[in-house]
């Protein structure tokens, strides 16, 4: 197990490496934020004046080696916009992401465990091909659409809900909805899919024979055999939550890390951009590394790969 672990968090080093890099280089080719913050009438002397200030006269492999050194001490820099260090602008908005995300997987996998099994256990029956059917809708939809449509009818016409702001339970129901409709079909399929085979398969023919209960073959021998298909799209799907965020967030005011991510290339802010961009990417690896071990508990031949 130490094995495969190191291996998995080797390839994951490497990649952020790789990623620390290239944030440098693409964030820079943006532009130089003196020109966004400082008036058209700015005088050069004001413009050196700025870019001494946060650094952005010095050599570019200047910059780039003390990047690294205050990355390696956690610190992401000022905010140029805000004023506070960057890792505080990151802060104060990563706990409404992982809100959304945590409620958003949280209901979408009770819904997919809950709605593929049932319509693997009758192929082929109308409970199934409607499950079928809304789940591919679900998952093929796009998100930006489905929102602007869900402000649209439920916040202007009907007037039922907010259409941005945090201010309560009211105001979570369309950023949740709109973020589980992709995640709960597409699990959906995948758990149906891989449940059909499950049941089909000869120690299920055989638990049966025992005279086990049905509620238990489908739901504990049947259904733990599907769980590494059900992993695997929870945790792409749970990465894409962030890509989703950043739509979802904008449309919707939502102040999480997508939206702080908007802002922060909008207006050229440097640092909130690299530390909003890398923490999450340290996220997501840190993720990654723990849906390896569950897949090495479920099945212990992933471990020797």
Request: proline share 5%; no cysteine.
């Given at each position: 197990?130490?094995?495969?672990?190191?291996?998995?968090?080797?390839?994951?080093?490497?990649?952020?490496?790789?990623?620390?890099?290239?944030?440098?280089?693409?964030?820079?080719?943006?532009?130089?934020?003196?020109?966004?913050?400082?008036?058209?009438?700015?005088?050069?002397?004001?413009?050196?004046?700025?870019?001494?200030?946060?650094?952005?006269?010095?050599?570019?492999?200047?910059?780039?080696?003390?990047?690294?050194?205050?990355?390696?001490?956690?610190?992401?820099?000022?905010?140029?916009?805000?004023?506070?260090?960057?890792?505080?602008?990151?802060?104060l908005?990563?706990?409404?992401?992982?809100?959304?995300?945590?409620?958003t997987?949280?209901?979408?996998?009770?819904?997919?465990?809950?709605?593929?099994?049932?319509?693997a256990?009758?192929?082929?029956?109308?409970?199934?091909?409607?499950?079928?059917?809304?789940?591919l809708?679900?998952?093929?939809?796009?998100?930006?659409?489905?929102?602007?449509?869900?402000?649209?009818?439920?916040?202007?016409?009907?007037?039922?809900?907010?259409?941005?702001?945090?201010?309560?339970?009211?105001?979570?129901?369309?950023?949740?909805?709109?973020?589980?409709?992709?995640?709960?079909?597409?699990?959906?399929?995948?758990?149906?899919?891989?449940?059909?085979?499950?049941?089909?398969?000869?120690?299920?023919?055989?638990?049966?024979?025992?005279?086990?209960?049905?509620?238990?073959?489908?739901?504990?021998?049947a259904?733990?055999?599907?769980?590494?298909?059900?992993?695997?799209v929870?945790?792409?799907?749970?990465?894409?939550?962030?890509?989703?965020?950043?739509?979802?967030?904008?449309?919707?005011?939502?102040?999480?890390?997508?939206?702080?991510?908007?802002?922060?290339?909008?207006?050229?802010?440097?640092?909130?951009?690299?530390?909003?961009?890398?923490?999450?990417?340290?996220?997501?690896?840190?993720?990654?590394?723990?849906?390896?071990?569950?897949?090495?508990?479920?099945?212990?031949?992933?471990?020797?790969?």
């Amino acid at each position: 197990m130490a094995e495969f672990l190191g291996r998995r968090a080797l390839h994951s080093a490497i990649a952020m490496l790789s990623l620390i890099l290239f944030v440098f280089v693409i964030v820079r080719l943006s532009g130089n934020p003196a020109l966004l913050y400082l008036p058209e009438s700015a005088s050069d002397e004001l413009i050196r004046e700025f870019n001494e200030r946060y650094g952005l006269n010095e050599p570019i492999l200047v910059q780039f080696g003390r990047y690294l050194w205050d990355i390696a001490h956690l610190d992401f820099g000022m905010s140029i916009r805000r004023h506070i260090p960057a890792i505080e602008a990151v802060v104060l908005a990563y706990p409404w992401t992982l809100f959304l995300s945590g409620i958003t997987l949280v209901l979408s996998m009770l819904i997919a465990m809950t709605f593929g099994p049932l319509a693997a256990y009758r192929p082929g029956s109308v409970f199934d091909r409607s499950v079928t059917v809304l789940a591919l809708f679900a998952a093929s939809t796009p998100g930006f659409w489905l929102a602007i449509t869900a402000i649209l009818v439920f916040a202007i016409e009907l007037g039922w809900l907010p259409t941005s702001g945090v201010g309560g339970p009211r105001y979570w129901v369309m950023p949740v909805a709109i973020m589980m409709l992709e995640i709960t079909g597409t699990t959906t399929q995948v758990v149906r899919g891989s449940m059909v085979t499950s049941l089909a398969s000869p120690y299920v023919k055989a638990a049966r024979a025992k005279g086990m209960p049905e509620r238990r073959v489908v739901f504990v021998h049947a259904l733990r055999n599907s769980l590494i298909a059900a992993v695997t799209v929870a945790g792409d799907q749970t990465r894409g939550l962030i890509n989703g965020a950043v739509v979802v967030e904008t449309i919707f005011g939502w102040p999480g890390i997508g939206k702080l991510m908007i802002d922060a290339i909008v207006q050229r802010d440097f640092a909130v951009l690299q530390a909003a961009v890398l923490t999450t990417a340290f996220a997501i690896f840190l993720l990654n590394l723990i849906i390896d071990i569950i897949y090495a508990v479920l099945d212990p031949r992933i471990r020797f790969r």
